[in-house]
């Protein structure tokens, strides 16, 4: 162990010089956030922002960490999505033929924790960070420092808990060179699913398992950070026209989910560092002569089903901004939705239970928890049925962002509807752990939340950098999405009513053909995924230059929102300064 302190060293100490050079290029002690982003020099010294990486290092710019939080969601998806293609080509076959059984646990626990923690909140927050000080009127967030900060602990906590197999890749690395470094081989990836269930979590001896520990908690550190940041800037960056009543529709989809936050994460922090001194401590939370591993569910879950609406309201909110732009109309229901959107954060507290109804709780207590997740179904149809009311004799065009959008509700019709079947104690019972939990929940995370995802992204796309996509493509991602999803998750939908139970490398033969049709449909899907970044890639590159900022005509039904309208004067500056 002793041999490694030197190595340490060298790194840590590399870690510290870049930070220092990095502040003193940046000398951020003497220059103030400026309202147009850039910096204004407190003292008179230079007064633009660094250019180049010393840029991207230093920026405390909501525009410039906005983006970085975006292109760190969509490289932490492509890695999930490279476990999920993993996960899939193993189940592909009956046996346990591609994979061992531990990388196949291995890969699932990964994909979870990298899609949940590290794709899906930093690609709303990244949008959040861009979007809503433009949106809301202000010059940037309500603490820019504080804004860079929450998005800097994010690689590192990526690293710690994907640990693991990057430690493995670097001491094979420095193995063909002759170095072994023994230290590099001693973590392997975990295998605790995402859920991190006592007392197996408790008692797996891999070290990794406190990094995974550690690097989440870290994650979450960042989410409130970020969501403090949502919060105050709302309530106290809004311009003068911006009151509560004509606030948009994401900004309050986001306020929402930052109220969540609020609550959830701190239970989540806590019970990861109850888990690590239970594991290294002697400490006895969720042993079975302490509080029990139940416990550990109660304090995951009550985290966890939150969780999932943290992740689905922003996703809503972007449905809701963005189908009634073409839909020709206005969002029906506006004020429907923003209280259904707040019912959905207050009772999103009181149903984790659904979860456990199978660990042989009290009947009484089981079934109060039924009443509220049914009860949660409702401000969800409310939300469905405003969408559909305001596609209902609109002028629909099909865009990339509204097939999306459309998508994104057939999918969560899917994805609410066989939560409704869940939420029902009888029926949970039967489907309890099995790949009907798998289908439900990702015909909506897949479904609506990427989608929503990809909707924003060939939305804001002109905004963001200036140039067009080509149409065509983002079209067919869109069809093909649509039909991907539903070839993937149907299948194991059907799966989990004949009883096939979820986290297993190897099942009966009888399943097969199921899972090949789930395996072709991810394909589909993955062909999607690759247009989608070929396209935006080319088309950041080479596409057609964007000279009218109305670039999906707004205007005709009033819809030329905000930001459109600060667009445009970006554009009008662009050109002046170009003369
Ligand atoms: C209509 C509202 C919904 C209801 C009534 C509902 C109900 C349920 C129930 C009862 C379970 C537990 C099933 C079991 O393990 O036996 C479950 C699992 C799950 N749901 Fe939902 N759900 C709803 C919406 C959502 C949404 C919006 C999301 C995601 C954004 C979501 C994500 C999940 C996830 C991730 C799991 C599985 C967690 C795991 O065991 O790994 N659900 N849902
Ligand atoms: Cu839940």
Redesign the pocket.
Known sequence: MFTEIPGLLVVTWALLGLAIYAGYRQNWQLRSVAADGGYLSGLGFESEKPTGLFRWLTTVDHKDIGVLYIVFATGAALWGGTDAMMIRTELFTAGTDVWSPDTYNALFTAHGFTMLFFFATPAFTGLANYFIPILVGADDMAFPRINAIAFWLLPPSLLLVRGGLVTEVLGKMLATVGVRWELLFSLKPPTTG??LYTPHSALLANPQVDLVLLGLHLSGLATVMAAINIIVTIFTERGEQITWANLDIFSWTLLTTSGIILFAFPVLGSSLLMLVADRNFGTTFFAVEGGGPILWQHLFWFF?HPE??I??LPAFGLVSLILPKFAGRKLFGFKFIVYSTLAIGVLSFGVWA??M??TGMDPRLRASFMAV?LA??IP?AVKTFNWMATLWGGNVRWAAPQIFCVGGIMTFIV??VT??F??SIPV?LV???TYY?VG??HF??MGV?TFAAFAASYYWFPLLTGRMFNRRLGRIHGYLSIVGVFVTFMPLILIGYGGLPRRFASYPAAFEPLQQISSFGAVIIGVGVVIWLTNLVQSYRLGPIVTDADVWNLRESGQFSREWQWFETQLEERTKFRR
């Open positions: 995402w859920t966890g999932v609406y992740l689905v659904h979860h109804f199978a997740s949660i179904a969800s994805g609410g939560g409704v869940l939420a949970d489907l309890h752990d939990v439900h929940f909506i995370v939340i």
